[in-house]
T-cell receptor
Framework: EAGVAQSPRYKIIEKRQSVAFWCNPI?????LYWYQQILGQGPKLLIQ????????DSQLPKDRFSAERLKGVDSTLKIQPAKLEDSAVYLC?????????????FGPGTRLTVL | GQQVMQIPQYQHVQEGEDFTTYCNSS?????IQWYKQRPGGHPVFLIQ?????EVKKQKRLTFQFGEAKKNSSLHITATQTTDVGTYFC???????????FGTGTRLKVLA
């Protein structure tokens, strides 16, 4: 079974530039998560989708971050414009809906450096 | 808002020693998950606990969910160098969909 795919793996941009990340979840997983992980900290949920609907985006800085999940499959996360404090690893995860165990499968992440 | 803290932040042990990390939530949880993240890697699911007072074992790992469902612990018996990494708990509150990750405990095992 293929895992969660993310691209690019690394990105370096200057502040005020724009950047986009892509995620393809495990086939059949209805729930998709975007997390921001700053070095030395735990993952922080930015947005959670169930199919193509948003179930939580309370911690998404909506003035600069946006995300979409068209057709309930893959997803993109965009930052526009980027700030220095956005330097982090952006993790995408997916999980099956239904059942009692909500195991989240994480992708390899995109390491963003904002200069 | 909900906060999930873990202690200790760092732990260095000699190979063969035991290790425990503690997770405390500011709110009552419906369930709690544990993940392991190797250096340079991504979090990998270990287990999910649902019931008050639940104890689950996976080989040398023992997971416990507190009676009040506000705390949890992970205990590793006789650590090995392969146990190196950061261990995160992630708690979910009733009525919400999201998991809040803890601050993590970074484990180093000295051979």
């Amino acid at each position: 079974e293929a895992g969660v795919a993310q691209s690019p793996r690394y990105k370096i941009i200057e502040k005020r530039q724009s950047v986009a990340f892509w995620c393809n979840p495990i086939s059949g997983h209805a729930t998709l998560y975007w997390y921001q992980q700053i070095l030395g900290q735990g993952p922080k949920l930015l947005i959670q989708f169930q199919n193509n609907g948003v179930v939580d985006d309370s911690q998404l800085p909506k003035d600069r971050f946006s995300a979409e999940r068209l057709k309930g499959v893959d997803s993109t996360l965009k930052i526009q414009p980027a700030k220095l404090e956005d330097s982090a690893v952006y993790l995408c995860a997916s999980s099956l809906e239904g059942g009692r165990i909500h195991e989240q499968f994480f992708g390899p992440g995109t390491r963003l450096t904002v200069l | 808002g909900q906060q999930v803290m873990q202690i200790p932040q760092y732990q260095h042990v000699q190979e063969g020693e035991d290790f425990t990390t503690y997770c405390n939530s500011s709110t009552t949880l419906s369930n709690i998950q544990w993940y392991k993240q190797r250096p340079g890697g991504h979090p990998v699911f270990l287990i999910q606990l649902v019931k008050s007072g639940e104890v689950k074992k996976q080989k040398r790992l023992t997971f416990q969910f507190g009676e009040a469902k506000k705390n949890s612990s992970l205990h590793i018996t006789a650590t090995q160098t392969t146990d190196v990494g950061t261990y995160f708990c992630a708690g979910r509150t009733s009525g919400t969909y999201k998991y809040i990750f803890g601050t993590g405990t970074r484990l180093k095992v000295l051979a």
